[in-house]
C-alpha cells in the first residue's frame, strides 16, 4: 500500500496524538524560556488585549486600565481571555497557557485539512506524509511559536481560520448546514481580526469548482455569519453614541500607516494627523479622516501610489520577517541572528513549497482554487495596507498542506518526477 493510497485505518489519529504531543512538548518548554528570560509582563497590541481581557472579566466592557472606552479592538480573542481570566484570575500566564493549547489545536487542524485538501489531489500525491510533514511544520513554526509568547489575536485566528477551511471542504449533501457552519467560523475568526476576511471571499469559486451547492453554501454562510457578528456589531453601535463599527475603528489609521508619503511598502510609522487636526473629534471620527486623508494622497499621485503597489508586492513575498512578535532588545529566539534568520529561512522555504506546490496540484480545481484563496488573501491585505508579515502569517499557515507537497515533490527530485510514479510504486 502506497502513501497515495488510502491510510491505514487509525493512522490519522496516531498521526494527530503524535503530532499534538510534540507540538504541546515545543511550545511549554519555549513559552517557560521566554517567561523566564523577559518575564510575562505585555506591551504594545499585546498589552492593550490584556488590559480590555481583564476589563471584560470584570464587568466593565471594552476599556483600557485608564478606563478609556475602546471601540478599535476586535472581540474574539480578548473574549476568550475574559472567559478564562474570570474562571482562572487576571494572570498573563493564564492567558499564555491557553496560546499553548489553541497552538497544539492548530497543529491538530493543520494535519486535518491537509487531509481534507489533498483527497482531491492527483492520485500520485503521497498524502498521508504530506499531511504529516504539514503539522510537523506547524508544530516548529517560528512565527506561531513567537505569536505563543505574547498576547497576540494570531494565537485564536489561526485555528479558526483552519476551522473555516475545514467546514469549507465539508463533503456533504446537506449544503445548508456546511455553508451556516463556515460562516459562523469565518465569523469567529473575523472577530479574532477582521483582515482575515480577504482569504474567505473567494470560498465560493471552492464550492463552485468542487460542485456543492455554492448558492445555498454562500448564502447560509452570509447568514451564519451575520447571526454571529450582531450582538458585537450592537454593543459597538451602542457603545459608541451610534456608529456602525462592526469590526475595526482603527482600519483609517492602518490604512494611513502605509499609504502616506514616507511610506516604503511596510508600516512608516505614520499613524496620527497631528494634535491640530484630531482636536474636538471622537475616535471613530478621528478614525474616518485619516482613512480620507491616505485616499487623497492616493488621488494626488496615481503613479506615487503605483510605484508604492510595486514595493508593497516585493515586500509581500520577501521572506524577511520584521519582528512582528517583539519587544525591541528582546530577541524572542534567543539570539538576535537567530531571531532574524531562522523565520526568515523559515518563510523562504514556506513560499518556494507553497510555489512548488501549486504547480503540483494544476489541473485540480479544489486545492487549486483554496490555495488561491488564501495566496489572494494575504496579498490582498498587504497591498491595501502594509507589507507587514504579521498580516500573512495566517494565511500561509493555511497553506501549510500545498507547502509540504511542494517540499516533498522537491525532495524526491522534482514533481515532474514525482508525478511520473505510478500507483503500486513505494
Known amino acids: 500500500m502506497t502513501d497515495a493510497a488510502a491510510p491505514a485505518r487509525g493512522a490519522p489519529w496516531r498521526d494527530a496524538l503524535g503530532l499534538a504531543a510534540a ?19 505585555q506591551t504594545g497590541d499585546a498589552e492593550y488585549m490584556n488590559q480590555v481581557a481583564a476589563s471584560l472579566a470584570a464587568g466593565r466592557g471594552f476599556a483600557l486600565a485608564s478606563g478609556e472606552r475602546i471601540y478599535n479592538q476586535s472581540v474574539g480573542y480578548p473574549a476568550l481571555l475574559a472567559a478564562l481570566y474570570g474562571a482562572f484570575g487576571a494572570d ?53 511559536l513567537l505569536t505563543a509568547s505574547t498576547l497576540a489575536s494570531e494565537n ?58 455554492p448558492v445555498v453554501r454562500t448564502l447560509a454562510a452570509a447568514a451564519a455569519a451575520v447571526v454571529v457578528l450582531a450582538p458585537w456589531t450592537y454593543v459597538n453601535y451602542r457603545d459608541s453614541g451610534g456608529h456602525l463599527v462592526p469590526f475595526s475603528v482603527v482600519a483609517g489609521e492602518v490604512f494611513l500607516d502605509g499609504n ?43 503613479g506615487w501610489y503605483a510605484r508604492l503597489l510595486a514595493l508593497k508586492l516585493v515586500h509581500a513575498i520577501s521572506p524577511l520577517r520584521d519582528f512582528a512578535f517583539e519587544t525591541p532588545g528582546e530577541p524572542r529566539l534567543f539570539t538576535p541572528a537567530l531571531s532574524r534568520w531562522v523565520p526568515t529561512l523559515f518563510n523562504a522555504a514556506l513560499l518556494g513549497g507553497v510555489a512548488l506546490g501549486c504547480l503540483a496540484l494544476r489541473g485540480h480545481a479544489v486545492p487549486l482554487a483554496l490555495a488561491a484563496s488564501q495566496i489572494g488573501g494575504a496579498l ?33 527530485g522534482g514533481w515532474r518526477r514525482l508525478e511520473r510514479q505510478k500507483p503500486g510504486t513505494t
Open 23 to 41: 507540538a504541546l512538548v515545543i511550545r511549554l518548554a519555549y513559552v517557560v524560556a521566554i517567561a523566564a528570560r523577559y518575564g510575562t509582563r
Open 92 to 144: 498573563e500566564r493564564v492567558a499564555l497557557a491557553a496560546n499553548v493549547v489553541l497552538g497544539v489545536a492548530s497543529v491538530v487542524l493543520a494535519l486535518a485539512l491537509a487531509h481534507a485538501l489533498l483527497r482531491d489531489a492527483p492520485a500520485w500525491v503521497p498524502r498521508r506524509r504530506a499531511a504529516v510533514l504539514a503539522g510537523a511544520l506547524a508544530a516548529v513554526y517560528p512565527d506561531s
Open 156 to 213: 485564536l485566528l489561526t485555528l479558526l481560520l483552519l476551522a473555516a477551511l475545514l467546514a469549507g471542504l465539508w463533503r456533504t449533501p446537506r449544503d445548508a448546514a456546511a455553508g451556516a457552519l463556515t460562516g459562523a467560523l469565518a465569523a469567529g475568526a473575523a472577530s479574532a481580526k477582521a483582515l482575515v476576511l480577504f482569504g474567505f471571499l473567494p470560498l465560493p469559486l471552492v464550492w463552485l469548482a468542487a460542485r456543492r451547492g
Open 260 to 302: 502616506n508619503p514616507l511610506a516604503r511598502g511596510r508600516p512608516s510609522g505614520v499613524m496620527s494627523l497631528g494634535p491640530a487636526a484630531e482636536a474636538g473629534l471622537d475616535p471613530i471620527a478621528v478614525d474616518r479622516l485619516k482613512l480620507r486623508r491616505a485616499l487623497g494622497y492616493i488621488r494626488e499621485s496615481p
Open 380 to 412: 490582498a491585505v498587504q497591498l491595501i495596507f502594509a507589507a507587514f508579515t504579521r498580516y500573512r502569517f495566517p494565511f500561509l499557515f493555511a497553506l501549510l498542506p500545498v507547502a509540504a507537497l511542494g517540499m516533498l515533490a522537491a525532495a524526491r
